[in-house]
């Protein structure tokens, strides 16, 4: 028997998570009732109090009791550290939670202290709207409540009994998972205009004896793989699409914030770092391309994406950062540069082609780069296979060598 935690504002919606409670005890689990209300006591009884809560966040609950803002901000900072016990001594195999705003933004916050692939449900009132501040890099699946999680009803009654047994399916499937996988770890990064460049990397590396996770280098992905990184779980990352940074410096859509590449370099992940894609910076339909860029050259990749091709002092800047961030290195990492393109659609006879501006990328990279990080240029494109083969290659080199710089155990 598994234990799911039904987490929530129990003061004001406490017979809505009993409902949740009891569906799952009938599907064969068992409900751990967790109070996160700070405001009339709770509708129901719980079995971990809103009091145990606070006191493991280190919160007087006496001092925010007329704030509902304040009491949000900071049981929103109490409740991850209360699932983050229950999990590391497994206790809980799974999590969900309703809310409208305040309880979503609690509920949320608590699923983003657990790790990927612990299973976390999200009712929300606000799941069909923009809910990146909400999940953040983390796998929350938020459901919509359609109507308020106010009662219980003819709409509501059948939508949360799915939601129960959504988690119970969740944490039954989790059983499941291969606890015997061994294979060390590789991130990649990757765009459409990349693909088979990473598709022939992967082939070696996973010869070698790793297992490649590739993540799409669209903001959330790169995000997703810096916080990862953090975590020391990665043998090495093959940072083939850096494209992330083309949005970040002009101002585009998919940009994955200042910390970008810094995980790898900062915890002494070996690395390989290309200008995958940093020809482009990314748009949504053409109608939002900002008045300032109407008249650049760009390209529809589809009804809902519009690519516009970074012209040379873009390009100086973008690869004058990138090489900054490089500079933090503290493990071996190698930067190779395809000098006939970097992207599908940047080679000579295609639409992004812009030499000048390949040339001022590559320029900043070598000129700001420190002296010590070896650079291998190539004659080729991106998504050439001797290209591809060169940065699986470097990478198992300095994995090898970052293993003969470790400690020897005894």
Not at 48 to 63: F, K, P, T
Not at 241 to 253: R, S
Not at 338 to 364: C, N, Q, R, T
């Amino acid at each position: 028997m598994s234990t799911i935690a039904v987490l929530g504002t129990l003061d004001t919606k406490g017979i809505e998570h009993q409902f949740v409670a009891d569906c799952i005890s009938q599907q064969g689990h068992q409900a751990l009732l967790i109070d996160v209300g700070t405001g009339n006591p709770p509708q129901i009884a719980p079995q971990i109090s809103r009091q145990n809560v606070a006191a493991v966040g280190g919160v007087d609950l006496q001092l925010i009791c007329n704030d509902r803002g304040r009491a949000v901000e900071l049981m929103s900072a109490a409740a991850p550290q209360i699932l983050r016990k229950l999990h590391g001594e497994g206790r809980i195999h799974g999590v969900i939670s309703l809310g409208g705003g305040g309880g979503t933004a609690i509920g949320t916050a608590a699923m983003r202290a657990l790790p990927l692939g612990f299973p976390k449900l999200m009712v929300s009132t606000l799941a069909s709207g923009n809910t990146a501040q909400y999940i953040g890099e983390k796998d929350i699946v938020m459901m919509p409540s359609i109507v308020d999680v106010a009662g219980l009803n003819r709409i509501s009654r059948p939508l949360l009994a799915r939601a129960a047994g959504a988690i119970c399916g969740m944490v039954e499937a989790a059983q499941g998972d291969d606890q015997d996988e061994d294979r060390p770890l590789i991130f990649a990064t990757m765009f459409g205009n990349t693909t088979t460049g990473v598709e022939r990397a992967r082939q070696i590396l996973e010869n070698a004896g790793y297992e490649v996770v590739v993540f799409h280098a669209t903001g959330t992905g790169g995000r997703t793989m810096e916080a990862l990184l953090e975590t020391g779980v990665a043998a090495g990352v093959l940072d083939f699409t850096t494209t992330e940074w083309a949005d970040e410096v002009v101002g585009g859509m998919l940009g994955a914030g200042p910390t970008r590449l810094l995980a790898a370099a900062k915890s002494g992940t070996p690395a390989i770092v290309t200008p995958g894609c940093l020809d482009m910076v990314n748009f949504f339909a053409k109608e939002t391309v900002p008045a300032k860029f109407k008249e650049r050259n760009l390209y529809v990749h589809n009804p809902q994406v519009t690519l516009m091709r970074t012209n040379a002092e873009e390009a100086a800047e973008i690869g004058r950062v990138i090489a900054t961030k490089l500079n933090a290195s503290t493990g071996p990492v190698t930067v190779l540069l395809p000098l006939k393109g970097v992207s599908a659609i940047s080679s000579p006879g295609f639409v992004f082609h812009d030499a000048a501006a390949d040339a001022a990328l590559f320029k900043a990279i070598r000129r700001t780069l420190r002296r010590d990080i070896p650079v291998l240029e190539l004659q080729t494109t991106v998504n050439d296979p001797l290209f591809a083969e060169a940065c699986a290659n470097a990478l198992l080199e300095n994995i090898a060598a970052k293993s003969k710089k470790a400690p020897q155990r005894r």
